[in-house]
């Protein structure tokens, strides 16, 4: 019979955050980790994000059952000590409130949009970047100043986009030990 629940932590960052590399990262280094990536999951959600997030960016409009039960299945695991979340919603959801630890990667807005567009267009011409530049100002940068005034306020831990992912890296490791 299991002793103990695992650990749930979530971490959270904007898009071109570094979530994925500390999330991937985090589960090579602590014993016994499960991970679940938010963007695996093709999730019902609202239709125009930008309006979503203009009408305040309830996280409970967003369906995370499929999410929700692979969580409870690796809960039930008899070997998992640490389920990490790549999730960007902290405890907002009211079906997600049992998280243990939740973290919140602050990388500046221009630092993440430099990641995303070397990450995501290294194989397109420019003209993608350019439609993509432009649906990010009218409509989606607002997305991501909406995570800095809701999900970050809401995480335990906050640690600086900016430092070394084997410094976050220990950073997350020593909150964990405490």
Not at 57 to 77: F, Q
Not at 155 to 166: A, K, Q, R, V
Request: proline share 4%; hydrophobic share 40%; with cysteine.
């Amino acid at each position: 019979m299991r002793n103990k629940m695992p650990k749930i932590i979530a971490i959270a960052a904007v898009l071109g955050g570094g979530k994925t590399t500390i999330t991937s990262c985090l589960t090579q280094v602590l014993n016994n980790a499960k991970t679940l990536y938010f963007d695996e999951y093709d999730l019902e959600g609202p239709d125009d994000v930008v309006n979503w997030v203009e009408r305040g960016a309830d996280c409970n409009e967003w369906n995370l059952e499929p999410l929700i039960s692979d969580l409870r299945n690796l809960i039930s695991s008899e070997d998992t000590e640490f389920i990490l979340l790549d999730y960007p919603f902290a405890r907002l959801h009211d079906k997600l409130k049992n998280i243990d630890l939740t973290i919140f990667i602050d990388t500046p807005l221009d630092i993440a949009m430099a990641r995303r567009i070397l990450r995501d267009y290294s194989n397109k011409n420019a003209e993608a970047i350019l439609d993509d530049l432009s649906l990010y100002l009218p409509g989606g940068r607002s997305g991501y100043e909406s995570m800095l005034k809701t999900i970050k306020p809401n995480s335990d831990l906050i640690i600086d986009g900016l430092l070394p992912t084997e410094e976050i890296v220990n950073i997350i490791c020593d909150r964990i030990k405490s």
